[in-house]
C-alpha cells in the first residue's frame, strides 16, 4: 500500500516572540530553529511575519525584495538567513511569511509571502497570501490588508522527496476550506499555515479552523503563531497547535513563545480514511470536485 506520508516525521512549530528588530528575529529564530532540529524535526515552521511586527503600516518598511529569484543579500537578507539556516539545521524550512516587495513607483506591489527551503539550502516554494486579512468587528477589530498588499493567486504544494506533499498557505487562507481541499485531493499529507489570529477570533476560531480543515480532509494541520507580545500593537493569539488526521489536538502551545515538536505517523491517515471513508464517498456526481481542473 503506498502511504500519503512515506515515512513518520516530526514537525515542529516556532512560537517566536518576534520583535521590530529584523536582525534580532533572524538570529533568534536561527536559535529556536536549531533547538528544534536537535529535537529531531525534520520539517520546521516559523509564524506569519516573524521577522516584523504585524500591522498595514510595518509592511513596506520591512519589505524585501524576492524576485528576481535568488534575490541579492542586499535585497533580501531573510531569503539568505533561511536558506542558511535550512542547511546548517538539514530540515525543510517553511519560513513563516515576510512582507515582500514586486516593483517600483507607481508598479510596486507588496505581497504577505512565505518562503520554503530544504535541507540543502535550495529554494523549494513561495507563497503569497491568497486571501487578505480584510475584517471589521466593531468595537473589536478592524484589519485591512488589502489596504497595502496585493492578494497571491497561487495555491502552494510542495513535494519533500523522503516524506511526500505538503500544502503552504498563510493565516486568513486557513478560513477557505477550497484551498484546504484541493491541496488534499492532491495528495497532500500535511496543510501548514504560518499565522497571527488575534484576540477577539483566536479563541473562538483558531483551533476549530485547524480541526476543521483536518476533518474534512483527513490529513494532518499545523498552525503556527508567532508569541503573544501585549505591548505591541497586534497582539497574536498564540496556541500553535498540530492537529492529526482525525481532527484529533496532537499537541497546542499557550501563549508564550515555545517550540513545538510533534510526530506524525505513517499510515495513520490511510487508517482514519478507510474507518469513516468520507474521502472516498464524496458525490463529484451531484456537486463538483474543486480540485478539479486546477
Ligand atoms: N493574519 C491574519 O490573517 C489574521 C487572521 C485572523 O485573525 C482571523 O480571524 O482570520
Not at 248 to 256: F, M, N, P, Q, S
Request: proline share 5%; hydrophobic share 40%; charged share 25%.
Amino acid at each position: 500500500m503506498t502511504h500519503l506520508l512515506k515515512q513518520s516525521v516530526k514537525l515542529a512549530l516556532i512560537q517566536l516572540a518576534c520583535t521590530a528588530d529584523k536582525a534580532h528575529n533572524l538570529s533568534h529564530a536561527r536559535i529556536k530553529v536549531l533547538e528544534a532540529t536537535r529535537a529531531g524535526a525534520k520539517i520546521v515552521v516559523l509564524p506569519e511575519c516573524f521577522n516584523s511586527p504585524y500591522g498595514t503600516k510595518y509592511f513596506s518598511q520591512y519589505a524585501e525584495q524576492l524576485l528576481p529569484s535568488p534575490p541579492t543579500e542586499e535585497q533580501s537578507p531573510t531569503f539568505h538567513a533561511l536558506s542558511q539556516l535550512a542547511k546548517e539545521g538539514e530540515c525543510y524550512l517553511v519560513g513563516g511569511s515576510i512582507p515582500e516587495r514586486e516593483g517600483s513607483g507607481q508598479d510596486e506591489k507588496l505581497y504577505n509571502t512565505n518562503l520554503t527551503f530544504g535541507p540543502g539550502g535550495e529554494l523549494l516554494a513561495s507563497h503569497r497570501k491568497m486571501h487578505l486579512f480584510d475584517i471589521d468587528i466593531p468595537g473589536k477589530i478592524q484589519f485591512k490588508e488589502s489596504e497595502v498588499l496585493t492578494a497571491g493567486k497561487r495555491i502552494t504544494m510542495v513535494e519533500l522527496p523522503e516524506y511526500g506533499k505538503i500544502a503552504i498557505a498563510i493565516c486568513y487562507d486557513v478560513r477557505f476550506p477550497e484551498l484546504a481541499m484541493i491541496a488534499a485531493r492532491k495528495g497532500a499529507f500535511l496543510l501548514l499555515y504560518p499565522g497571527a489570529f488575534n484576540l477577539t477570533t483566536g479563541e473562538l476560531h483558531w483551533e476549530l479552523q485547524a480541526r476543521a480543515r483536518a476533518m474534512d480532509n483527513q490529513v494532518y494541520v499545523g498552525l503556527c503563531s508567532p508569541a503573544r507580545d501585549m505591548e505591541a500593537e497586534y497582539n497574536a493569539w498564540g496556541h500553535s497547535i498540530v492537529v492529526g488526521p482525525n481532527a484529533e489536538v496532537l499537541g497546542a502551545l499557550d501563549e508564550k513563545e515555545g517550540v513545538l515538536v510533534k510526530e506524525l505517523i505513517k499510515g495513520r491517515i490511510e487508517e482514519v480514511r478507510k474507518g469513516i471513508p468520507i474521502y472516498t464517498q464524496r458525490r463529484f456526481d451531484v456537486y463538483p470536485d474543486v480540485s478539479e481542473g486546477l
